[in-house]
Structures are given as C-alpha cells and as structure tokens.
C-alpha cells in the first residue's frame, strides 16, 4: 500500500501510484541489465525485502514516472506516422527520407531492405546464461546504433558520475541484440529536470539548453559476456550469506557526493562562515577569520549524502546504511 501524506490530488496520484514494469517473477534465477548494474549488497538483500512490507509515499515516484513519461512520450511520436512525418518536415526532412523509415517493423532482420531506415523500441530480449535468465528492454536503436534516454539533473550531467553505469547497460542490450545492434558506442540523450536558464547564462559549464547528449563507448560482446558471468558468480556465491559476509557498497557504488568543510563561528553555530569543496581552503579562510570576535572558530567536515541508499530495494535491511545514519551521512 501506498500514502499520499502530501494531499496529491486524486489524477497524479493515481499516475504516481501505477507501475507498468514486470519483475518477471516468473522466472526464479532472472537478473535486467539494470539489476545488474547495483551493488552485489542491494541485489542480494533486496530479495530478501518483502515489497508488501516497505512503506512508500506516492511522492517517491515522481522522478520515475517522469522518466517514463518521457520515454512514452517519444515512444508515441515516433510510432504515430502521421505525428512523425509532419515533425521531420518542420525539421526539413524531404518527403522521400520521411518514407523511408519503418517503425517496429516485423520484417526479420535477414530480411529488411536497403535504402529503408529500421527503428526498433522498447523491446524486451532474453538471453541464459549457466542457470540465469537476463533481461533488458533497450529504448531506441536505429540504423543500428543504440540510443537511451535519460531524465536526469544537470548535475549528474555536468559530473560524468554514472559513465561507467550507462556503458555497462548499453553493452548488456548489445550483448542481448546482436543483430540489431551493431554500433560500438550508446548515444546518451539527456533531457534535463532542473535545467534553468538563468544558470546557463551565469556559467559557461552549465548546460546551455535543456537537452544534450553524449556519446559512450561499449564494451565487446566477449567482454560485456564476461562481466555479466563474473557477476553471476559472485550473486551465486554469496545469495544465501548473512549480510555480514556480504561485500560493503562503496563510495562509488553508493554515488557519494563529495564532502564539503565548513568554517563555523563557535560550536553551537548553526550557520556556517563559509563552505568549501577541499579541506586546505577551509583552512586557509580559518587563518583570515576575526579571533576576537570568533575565538572558537573551527571546520568541521561534512560527509557527502549517499545518494544510492534513496533507491535501494534493501534499505529496510542495510546495517551498512545504518553506519552512515550514526555518522550523520544523509542516505
């Protein structure tokens, strides 16, 4: 069951409460290429969360509803005729580039034409692996090369942190549709949540507009193959261990936010002086600060929040989150 503690009216709380995704529990050893990008700590655990069990807010799932609002929204453009080809002569496609496309086609791909552009979208493909089934629903692929889209903020943008993530993804759909993806890299096209524009003409390394795209080399087949075995293995070794045997998330896993240093008045100030990103200039600005007027002045640091925990199936049960929780990190 779900709350609704902040008075959604009725028609978004219905669409916040919805949930099109199937677990496809069905499948007993089943893994997505999203599952497989966690932590081995939160897969393991999370299987252990009864989801009947977790209390959640309606308001939790506004970040992802968004996200699937996005994708729908593209995914009907695209295969309404119609709305496609009346958008790409606004763009300037002649009419005879326009017939070329086909959306979803049945055709077989031995089969498919030349001079026709194929796109393929939101298709789910299965692949086993020793005992394990895994699974991926990729977003767009056209002419054969692969394309995501992310709604996401300019800072995870602007910071490179998920990288790693998106190229792991991209190979698992490749590794799960090789004859339909044959380019080496993933185009990431982000479409921005907090973008402003008053940010973006204050600071040049700000995104510029409210959408953007980068490019993400993928792993080969042979090795995208290899890591999801290395992964397998290691889910089969530690499935039925007590969460202390369990390999800790790290930093980088968790998407910890670098932690800032403040210069404080006194110890019971509530309100820091100034705030640093790095330790030496905090204390560089402590040798400036009035010692007659603030004889106590000290820096404290501030761990960065873990920002991972927010979305982890196995947050009822983490003792790790609870570490954090006793040092005072935001998770």
Not at 152 to 169: L, P, V, W
Request: glycine share 4%; with cysteine; charged share 30%.
């Amino acid at each position: 069951m779900f709350t609704n503690l902040h008075n959604i009216p009725l028609p978004v709380q219905v669409w916040l409460a919805a949930d099109e995704y199937n677990a496809h529990k069905e499948i007993t050893k089943y893994l997505s290429a999203t599952t497989i990008l966690r932590p081995l700590k939160s897969v393991i655990l999370g299987r252990r969360v009864d989801p009947n069990t977790v209390a959640k807010d309606v308001t939790d799932f506004i970040a992802v509803r968004r996200g699937t609002a996005i994708h729908d929204s593209i995914e009907k453009v695209w295969n309404d005729a119609e709305l496609r080809a009346s958008a790409m002569r606004k763009l300037g496609y002649p009419d005879k580039v326009i017939e070329m496309y086909k959306v979803n086609d049945p055709t077989p791909i031995d089969q498919r034409l030349p001079k026709t552009r194929y796109v393929d979208m939101e298709q789910r493909a299965f692949k086993k692996i020793g005992d394990w089934t895994i699974g991926g629903q990729f977003d767009f692929i056209c002419d054969g090369m692969l394309f995501d889209f992310k709604t996401t903020s300019t800072y995870a943008k602007m910071n490179d942190g998920h990288d790693k993530d998106y190229c792991i993804q991209g190979s698992i759909y490749r590794w799960l549709n090789p004859n339909l993806i044959k380019g080496d890299f993933l185009t990431i096209c982000f479409i921005y949540s907090d973008w402003t524009r008053a940010k973006a003409e204050q600071d040049k390394d700000y995104p510029q507009v409210g959408a953007g795209f980068k490019q993400i080399p993928l792993m080969s087949i042979q090795e995208t193959e290899q890591y999801i075995w290395n992964k397998i293995q290691k889910y089969e070794k530690f499935l039925n261990s007590p969460e202390e045997e369990l390999p800790e998330c790290t930093s980088d896993e968790l998407w910890q936010m670098p932690s800032s240093f403040k210069v404080f008045s006194k110890p019971d100030a509530v309100r820091a002086l100034r705030v640093f990103e790095s330790e030496p200039e905090a204390y560089a600005y402590l040798t400036t600060v009035d010692r007659k007027k603030y004889p106590s002045a000290f820096v404290k640091e501030i761990p960065g929040c873990v920002k991972r925990c927010f979305y982890c199936p196995a947050l009822p049960l983490c003792k790790q989150r609870m570490k954090y929780k006793v040092k005072g990190i935001d998770c």
